[in-house]
């Protein structure tokens, strides 16, 4: 594989980094949590406006860390979808101006394949087909992993991602922004079995339930009501208990699918992708459970839970080995499913006559 230099701006990172072969040679990341924390959320127009401010030090600094130049780039990426728009073009745009000016390839990443590839840069035999987990504040999916760009949607929320109900959790229970981080620390100190809380299961219209689809919002909705019952009844919030309680609930939940879903399948490895692959409830259940059915399971390190360039960069080397390149002209899409991958590759020509 080549050495890649990628740009990740879907949401509120500013990510660079430069990877050659799964091995990370260069990886700098500007949050902006801080920002938006006084918002309770992400504000598009602000994440754009400070991705402008970030992009150039971020590249500067990723040279830096690597020890090389230009020269020895072999082509650029970035992420290009799903994302908020105006934060995409950033990274894109970026990423397009310098594939024109250093004559190199551009290479379009789809931001859920790169969280698949977090896996790769701590486990570099890792090969499909296995089953990736994809978990984050804006996603959750059971993901069948055949190929490089070849995916199959299994299973999924059918209305809050996994993370979304953390930040909504925390914000119900006043305890701040982003809600994942602290709901694990709260539940650390907390009983997981305190409060008896809803997983959440899919009906169908001829009776019985999907068994990988997942829900997510009347679990949010009974944190609400026992919130308010105790309140009404004078009592004090046991703030950690409710945490862990949440989380052991969502982190079951989880386990419970992903492990049938491999069964099923007959797939012998679940990958953990996604924001909340940094939970240490899910990560303990699931390599538990995983482990009494025979199951491999692997999770990215930590700082490559969240959003990185290094993913990205990771996913674009193996599609840069494979001859996938993008056009120029490729826009940037809020949506895209992950089943089209393929959509972001033209093998004509990819650079203009200049």
């Known amino acids: 594989m ?97 594939a024109m000016l250093k004559q190199k390839p551009f290479i379009g990443v789809h931001h859920l394949e790169g969280h698949i590839y977090a896996s790769y840069l701590s486990q570099p035999d890792l090969e499909p087909p296995f089953l990736c987990l994809l978990v984050s504040g804006g996603h959750t999916s059971f993901i069948e992993v055949k190929s490089c760009g070849e995916y199959e949607l299994l299973g999924q929320t059918r209305d809050d991602a996994a993370g979304e109900a953390f930040d909504k959790v925390a914000r119900l229970l006043g305890v701040g922004y982003p809600g994942g981080p602290v709901i694990d620390r709260l539940a650390k100190e907390g009983n997981p079995r305190a409060f008896p809380l809803p997983e959440g299961r899919i009906s169908l219209p001829e009776g019985g339930y999907h068994p990988y689809d997942c829900s997510f919002s009347g679990l949010k909705t009974a944190v609400l009501y026992l919130v308010q019952r105790l309140e009404k009844e004078g009592k004090d919030i046991p703030v950690n208990d409710i945490a862990a309680s949440f989380q052991y609930t969502v982190a079951k939940a989880l386990t419970k699918r992903a492990v049938r879903c491999a069964g099923d399948r007959q797939l012998q490895t679940i990958v953990v992708g996604g924001g909340v692959a940094a939970n240490s409830g899910l990560r303990q259940t699931l390599t538990a459970a995983a482990q009494k059915a025979g199951i491999a399971v692997h999770f990215p390190p930590l700082k490559f839970c969240t959003d990185n360039a290094a993913m990205i960069a990771c996913a674009a080397a193996e599609h840069f080995d494979r001859g996938d390149r993008s056009t120029l002209d490729l826009p940037v899409q809020s949506r895209l499913p992950i089943t089209e991958v393929a959509s972001l590759y033209d093998t004509a020509e990819v650079l203009p006559n200049l």
């Not at 230099?5 to 980094?17: F, G, K, P, R, Y």
């Not at 040679?25 to 006084?38: F, M, P, Y």
């Open 2 to 98: 080549g050495i890649v230099l990628a740009i990740e701006t879907s949401c509120d990172e500013t990510a660079v980094a430069i990877v050659n072969n799964r091995k990370v040679l260069g990886n700098v990341v500007a949050s902006q949590i801080d920002i938006h924390r006084e918002f309770g959320g992400v504000v598009p127009e602000v994440a754009s406006r400070h991705h402008l401010e970030s992009i150039n030090v971020c590249i500067a600094s990723v040279f830096e860390q690597a020890g090389f130049g230009w020269d020895e780039v072999e082509a650029i990426a970035a992420t290009c979808a799903p994302g908020l728009v105006g934060a995409l073009l950033v990274g894109a745009s970026a990423a397009k101006t310098l």
